[in-house]
């Protein structure tokens, strides 16, 4: 990443992802970006519910720029959030080839709030703002930091249950709320295996992985996941070809 980024020289970095279930290194994307002078930006939308409850690294320690969707593990409304710095430059950037304009403020905040109203975005909805200021005052107590505790559990008793029956984990295991299996060694693709059954989690359409999230559907995130009985459940099932994939929850 760092050479093609000394070869590109972009203005603006990007970190985050959708299916990756490890810790993100935004140390060495903030030093890249340091010596490129570039803006570095992260979308952390699939695991913000685990930032707020800090249950995983932190993007604000070393970005410039912070997006996220409301309505997934935040389990807010459908929407998104932008966070961007202000004030004074809190470091020095472009050691080389700096696109920067010399100066020693951020200006995000015009240029930001002006790209999304009245650029792309119309008037805002009074009960969508009054959902996501619910929904982010119940991230805010030790209830929620305790339900993203019980879920990184859940995602990684799960996962060590389908590697103790010889399922292939992309990554070999998860660190936060979703794992990648590898479907290639029951024959089979993710895109196949979606198409031949019912799943009763979040799935993401890779051509040989299926992307599972314990805690997608914030209707079925607050309950308890027994993961014994799932992962078994799916196991058996692809192996004997019955492709129908589903998870049992308890209360």
């Known amino acids: 990443m760092e050479e093609k980024a000394m ?3 972009p203005k603006i970095l990007i970190c985050g992802g959708s299916s990756y279930p490890r810790e993100w290194d935004y140390a060495t994307f903030r030093q890249v970006a340091d010596k490129i002078g570039a803006v570095l930006m992260c979308d952390m939308a699939h695991i913000s519910g685990l930032v707020a409850a800090k249950e995983c690294l932190s993007p604000f320690d070393y970005c410039d720029i912070v997006t996220s969707t409301t309505h997934k593990s935040l389990r807010g409304p459908r929407g998104g959030i932008i966070f961007y710095r ?9 050691m080389l080839l700096s ?9 995000f905040e015009e240029k930001i709030n002006f790209a999304v109203h009245p650029s792309t975005q119309g008037g805002p909805h009074n009960n969508h703002i009054a959902a996501l200021a619910i929904a982010l005052k119940q991230v805010a107590t030790p209830e929620y930091k305790a339900y993203m505790q019980l879920v990184r559990k859940n995602a ?10 010889k399922c292939r984990l992309v990554t070999g295991g998860t660190d936060n709320h ?11 693709t993710g895109i196949i295996f979606l198409s031949l059954h019912n799943v009763y989690i979040s799935s993401s359409r890779f051509s040989f992985c299926l992307c599972i999230e314990v805690n997608s559907n914030p209707a079925l995130a607050v ?5 014994r009985a799932s992962s ?3 196991h058996f099932n692809i192996n004997g ?6 998870v049992s929850f308890i209360t």
């Open 7 to 9: 070869d590109f020289r």
């Open 86 to 94: 202000k004030g004074p430059k809190l470091r020095k950037q472009g």
């Open 99 to 107: 696109h920067s304009d010399g100066s020693s403020h951020y200006d």
């Open 156 to 165: 990684q008793a799960l996962a060590s249950a389908l590697l103790r029956r």
């Open 178 to 188: 979703l794992l990648l299996w590898d479907l290639t060694t029951c024959g089979l």
């Open 223 to 227: 309950l308890h996941f027994d993961h």
């Open 232 to 234: 078994f459940f799916l």
């Open 241 to 246: 070809f019955f492709f129908r994939c589903k």
